[in-house]
Structures are given as structure tokens and as C-alpha cells.
């Protein structure tokens, strides 16, 4: 079984994005990582390419300035990452996500389980969405709780946007996979950095997504029933991003009054626990195994 893992970054040390790290956790699991790296304005480049592990491979690629709809440049950049995948398993993570190494070994076997099965077309993953401090995570249903990151390399599929995979059916139209769950969540920490990066980060996004960069006055402008508390461990590569780049005290604002959408979560998360639901959004099907 051979597993290539994906990825695209363009700006990551300007917009601290915790990018090496992230690579460094799929290189742990992985046979080969290919990396898209976008012409940028940092040294993102410089700083993948003092990585001295041979599974690694860069792919230098120019970013389409004018395609500004819905952030259709990510799928781009994720696909020509994807397209040079090797592997029997193509594993898709993003710049701020990070895999714990306790949690190699399950992935990997469960990628062996499956391997055989051709009911099953990607491996689906909880999800970490750490909020405003690496002690608190964003839990409502307006963040997806799950989301597929690994996909069949032997299946025709591509990316929309830089979140899921479509299954190109019989050849004649597009679905979500079917997969199985990989048992294991993935870190996610892109609503973690200190405020001045998130900023920027906001600013460059808007531009591929079509409209003008909204103002990020911080973190306190949520509804506090859309979080819970982390008492978990983090992965142990991110222990430096998180001292020197994260966000550590979230000050939530005592006179915030939720928005229409949030109380929308409210009610959804009241029926999650009354029926034992869950409602957030999924971008696959589920396959008994």
C-alpha cells in the first residue's frame, strides 16, 4: 500500500500558517507528499525547501489573480497537487491542519483495512476547529464536524473547492464519495493565530472569493453556545506555533448579541441533543464497514 499525501500553500509564514508542521504530520504517515507552492511574497518556498526528506516534492505554480469566484483558485491549486499523487490513498491537508502522532497508526490501518474494498472511496475525519485559544473549540453545526481528506487514487474525482472531493459517477455526473470514518480527528488551526495575521489572512482570501475583506475586530464577536472547552493534548509539532503564533486568551464580548444564523445553530444543536442528530453539513455518504 502506498500513501501520498497533498497540499498547497502560497504567503504561509506571512499569514502564519502553522504550513511546515502540517507537513511534517502527513510526511509521518505518508510515502510521498507533493506540495503546490504559489509564487508569494515571504519565504514559504525557501522554508519548505530546507525540509531535507526525500518523499517530499514541490511543485512552484502562479495563482490565477483574476479567477475570484467563490475561491475557485484554491481547487486549482489543490488539484494540480492532487493530480501528481502516486499513491493508492491521496491524503488532502490543509496548511493549518495538523494530525496528531498518536493518531498515525489508526490511519494507516484503517487505510489497509479498506484498501480492498471498493465501497469505499475516502476516509471521512472529525474535526478539531480550535477557536480564539488552543483551550477552546468551535462546535455549532455552521462547522463542519466531519469533512472526507482522503480520497482513492484510483477513482476519477476532483475538487470544486479547496473542502471536498466529487465523484465523477459512471462518468456522467458528480456526487460525494462514499467512505468510511477514519476514526481519528484532524487539528485545525485556523481561527488560533493572533488577530493581526488573521487580518491579513482575511484580506488576501476576500480577493479570490469576489467581494471587499470584512474587519476582524478579534475573536469575542461569537456566540458562546456555539463553543466548548479542550482538555485534550495538542500534536507535539505544534507545541512552538502554538507559544509563539497563537492567540491564548479569548475574550468573549458581554454585549454580543447572536445573528440570525447563530440562533438558527442554537435550535439545531438543541434538536441534535434532543433526537441525537447531527446536522452540520457532510460532503460525503456514509458506508457501513
Excluded at 493518531?103 to 487505510?111: A, E, H, M, R, V
Excluded at 469505499?120 to 464536524?145: C, M
Excluded at 476582524?216 to 485534550?232: E, K, M, S
Aim: glycine share 6%.
Amino acid at each position: 500500500m502506498k500513501i501520498s499525501g497533498f497540499t498547497f500553500i502560497r504567503n504561509g509564514t506571512q499569514l502564519a500558517y502553522p504550513y511546515i508542521e502540517s507537513l511534517y504530520s502527513l510526511l509521518s504517515l505518508c510515502d510521498e507528499v507533493i506540495v503546490a507552492v504559489g509564487a508569494g511574497n515571504d519565504d514559504t518556498l525557501a522554508r519548505i525547501q530546507t525540509i531535507a526528506d526525500p518523499k517530499l516534492r514541490v511543485i512552484e505554480t502562479v495563482w490565477n489573480e483574476s479567477m475570484q469566484d467563490r475561491g475557485y483558485v484554491y481547487a486549482q491549486q489543490k488539484m494540480i497537487a492532487h493530480f501528481n499523487c502516486t499513491g493508492d490513498w491521496a491524503f488532502y491537508l490543509e496548511g493549518d491542519e495538523v494530525l496528531h502522532e498518536q493518531d498515525i497508526p489508526i490511519i494507516k490501518s484503517n487505510l489497509e483495512k479498506h484498501l480492498h474494498n471498493p465501497k469505499v472511496e475516502a476516509l471521512v475525519f472529525d474535526y478539531y476547529h480550535f477557536y480564539g485559544s488552543p483551550q477552546t473549540l468551535a462546535v455549532s453545526p455552521g462547522w463542519y464536524r466531519r469533512a472526507p481528506r482522503i480520497i482513492r487514487n484510483s477513482i476519477r474525482s476532483y475538487s470544486p473547492d479547496g473542502l471536498f472531493f466529487v465523484v465523477m459517477d459512471k462518468n456522467k455526473r458528480g456526487r460525494y464519495p462514499y467512505a468510511a470514518l477514519a476514526e481519528v480527528p484532524i487539528y485545525h488551526y485556523g481561527h488560533v493565530r493572533a488577530i493581526a495575521n488573521m487580518q491579513q489572512k482575511i484580506e488576501q482570501v476576500s480577493q479570490y472569493w469576489g467581494h471587499s475583506p470584512p474587519k476582524f475586530v478579534g475573536y469575542g464577536n461569537i456566540d458562546p453556545q456555539a463553543l466548548a472547552a479542550f482538555d485534550g493534548s495538542h500534536p507535539a509539532i505544534m507545541e512552538t506555533w502554538l507559544a509563539q503564533q497563537a492567540e491564548h486568551h479569548l475574550q468573549l464580548h458581554p454585549e454580543y448579541q447572536p445573528t440570525r444564523r447563530e440562533m438558527r445553530h442554537r435550535w439545531m444543536m438543541r434538536f441534535e441533543r434532543w433526537f441525537n442528530l447531527e446536522l452540520s453539513k457532510k460532503h460525503y455518504f456514509l458506508v457501513k464497514t
